[in-house]
């Protein structure tokens, strides 16, 4: 990876700048250490993360544009204290775009990140990995997405891929295209793309449903169980990102992992490779992946749930 060059890669004091579509961003302090050599990797430096992240733009962009982010920074790298932001900093330049949204007693400004400058920005806030909504800034109450996350209890990927191959089997029977994204830390998202007709109660509701039935099928290796101590080292089949204002790892996100792995878009073909983890993919060949398109088969428009909860209902026992 080509990262910034100049003054600012000597002096770890010293401030850069990158051109970013039509702005020029200063990267302060581009010599920064974010993630410490180890082994074989040489580590990652501020100005390799905003590379990263200008490179990857094309790819990652539409996978953020109008979405409310929680932003995970690092300002001290991987061996400093990590902060979860979810309000805008009034000193953002007045060109990062706000999202101002209801909470709980009051309301939060999300930053949106819909052009290459602000992600490049973000990248020198030592942003490491955006999360993002499952729904738009212009209509917060209807998800677009509906996310399974495959959450195995120890680190190996085989329980994993099983679980995927199972669940996008219901999903074909139910009629709905699905997406699958290594999360670049131990699991995997099967993503669910919707026509937003439907309000984030419905959405969790049918969520779960989905999850029980899948879980009855194979009650030996997946489980709904909340609670960490009742799942009998199964596989959770976790449906929690699917509320209002909750988050999930947004494609092409660091991950604040040893290596530098990438949350990464995947095909189903691709899930059955042995070869293919939840951290296959790091800042250094991603982009090579985000090619092929991975995602191409996935129809642009979302599906409507009404008829995928008829189905459902006639598949229970």
Known sequence: ????????????????????????????RPAKVLFPATGDDTGLTKADLVEYYRSVAPYMLPELKGRPLMLERH??????????????????????????????????THPVCDN?????????????TFHRWQSRADRPDAPDRLVFDLDPAGDTFEPVRRAATQLGELLGELRLPSALLTTGSRGLHVIVPLDGRSGFDEVRAFAAD???????????????????AARGGRLYLDIQRNGYAQTAVAPFSVRAREGAPVATPISWDQVADPRVTARRWTVRDVLDQART???SQVPARGRSLTPARKRLQSLKP
Request: hydrophobic share 35%.
């Open 293 to 295: 398109r991975p995602w």
């Open 116 to 128: 290459t400058a602000t992600l490049v920005f973000l990248a020198d806030q030592a942003c490491l």
């Open 210 to 228: 989905v999850a029980r039935t899948l879980a009855a099928r194979d009650p030996d290796h997946l489980t709904t169980e909340v609670r960490t």
């Open 1 to 28: 990876m080509v990262g910034v060059t100049g003054a600012g890669a000597k002096d770890s004091g010293a401030t850069d700048s990158v051109r970013a579509g039509n702005r020029t961003v200063p990267i302060h």
């Open 75 to 108: 300002p001290d790298g991987l061996d400093g204290p990590r902060f979860m932001q979810k309000n805008t900093p009034d000193g953002y330049p007045e060109w990062v775009r706000r999202a101002e949204l209801a909470k709980k007693g009051g309301t939060v």
